[in-house]
């Protein structure tokens, strides 16, 4: 039995996860659920699943979650704080990172030196902080499973390959709603049309870096930590059909892909259960249905923010922690309606020309220009 712990158990990642526990009561057993604010959710799980322990971030619906669980035996705990306490408790194997955005990266930090293995779903740590996530992982033994579809794909390629060296690995991007878009189109779109992915349902902040291909950009600078490359060692392909997830060149000039029909479930289900192919019911794909898998050049002049993102990690230092920040508040200021499309990625670059530069960060380093970003980026959002 591997006993999980899910951080931001309700959200488009978490509740995939919970499907796969579901579907593998001999396989795994659910410890720790946690949310942000979504009580009724969070409530309902605990009910289904009687996880241990249940964590509600945000303090102001602590008491309903207590109420509603009163008769159960399970703990109940509050608070940003909570969430750093819950990975390290000694019955958890294994923390699912399914929590958005940069309040994913000290629970990680801590579960990491707590010993626990990592299924990565929150790419936002490894951007913001991913030198010093890799090596603490290094340090304590923790693997780091990847949970984003990309990079599920490149680690099952490695697999049984981990002797050879990788020429370069090319990850797929779908170009998003707005592929092919000019510039001047994409002035005027909006939220909700920003928020409608061909290929992927998923939460709203990914969905909008999806349309923007900051989240292609984001998952580049995940790849170089997660698997040891050299900034010149990353491509993107545009593969609208999302098929083909990724691929790893050796040094043979030998090119393999991993494929199969968008669904998250399998690369959660692959993290969580590696080294098994746990079965599945999952659909199959069927290449008669996808006659036509096609390629294309990503429009980095007209999506910046996937540029913004290579100049970020060939900054490197705490330059991607300024990115992501600064994207933080970019797209909340969007899903408001208080900035438009491009002005994301206006705001993102004169934020990363703002923040002061440092070349090699501690983690206080990444808290301060965490916080100095966004308020620059506010600052912005208020002209
Ligand atoms: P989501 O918005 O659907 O869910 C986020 C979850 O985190 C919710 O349970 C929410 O309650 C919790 N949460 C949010 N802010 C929090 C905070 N400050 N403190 C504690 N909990 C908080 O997001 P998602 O789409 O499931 O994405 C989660 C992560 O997985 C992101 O980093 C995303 O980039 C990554 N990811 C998602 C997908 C996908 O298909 N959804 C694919 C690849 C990677
Ligand atoms: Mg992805």
Request: hydrophobic share 45%; glycine share 6%; charged share 20%.
């Amino acid at each position: 039995m591997k006993r999980i712990a899910i951080l931001g158990s309700t959200g488009s990642i978490g509740t995939q996860a919970l499907e796969v526990i579901k579907a593998n009561p001999d396989t795994f057993e659910l410890e720790v659920i946690t949310a942000n604010s979504n009580a009724d959710l969070l409530i309902a799980q605990a009910l289904a699943f009687k996880p241990n322990v249940v964590v509600i971030a945000n303090e102001a619906y602590y008491e309903k979650v207590r109420d509603a669980l009163q008769q159960q035996d399970i703990k109940v705990y509050a608070g940003a704080n909570a969430l750093c306490s819950v990975v390290e408790i000694g019955t958890v194997d294994m923390v699912l990172t399914a929590m958005v955005g940069y309040a994913g990266l000290l629970p990680t930090i801590r579960a990491i030196k707590a010993g626990k293995q990592i299924a990565l779903a929150n790419k936002e740590t490894l951007v913001v902080a991913g030198q010093l996530v890799t090596e603490l992982a290094r340090k304590h033994g923790v693997n780091i499973y990847p949970v984003d579809s990309e990079h599920s794909a490149i680690f099952q390629c490695l697999a049984g390959e981990f002797h050879n060296p990788i020429e370069k690995i090319i990850l797929t991007a779908s170009g998003g709603p707005f592929k092919g878009r000019a510039v001047e189109e994409l002035r005027l779109v909006t939220k909700a049309q920003a928020l409608k992915h061909p290929n992927w349902d998923m939460g709203a902040k990914i969905t909008i870096d999806s349309a923007s291909l900051m989240n292609k950009g984001l998952e580049v600078i995940e790849a170089k930590w997660l698997f040891g490359l050299k900034n010149e060692q990353i491509e993107v392909v545009v593969h609208p059909q999302s098929i083909i997830h990724s691929l790893v060149q050796f040094e043979d000039g030998s090119i393999k892909a991993q494929l199969g029909l968008p669904d998250m479930k399998l690369p959660i289900q692959y993290a969580l259960g590696y080294p098994q192919r746990l079965k599945s019911d999952f659909p199959r794909f069927n290449f008669m249905d996808y006659p036509q898998l096609t390629f294309e050049q990503p429009d980095v002049a007209t999506f910046r923010n996937l540029q913004l993102a290579y100049d970020a990690m060939g900054q490197g230092g705490n330059m991607p922690c300024i990115l992501n920040a600064a994207n933080e508040v970019a797209v909340s200021a969007f899903l408001q309606d208080e900035v438009g499309f491009l002005q994301m990625s206006d705001m993102i670059e004169s934020c990363m020309a703002k923040v002061a530069y440092i070349a090699n960060p501690s983690y206080e380093d990444y808290v301060d220009t965490d916080r100095e970003a966004r308020v620059r980026t506010l600052e912005l959002v208020k002209k």
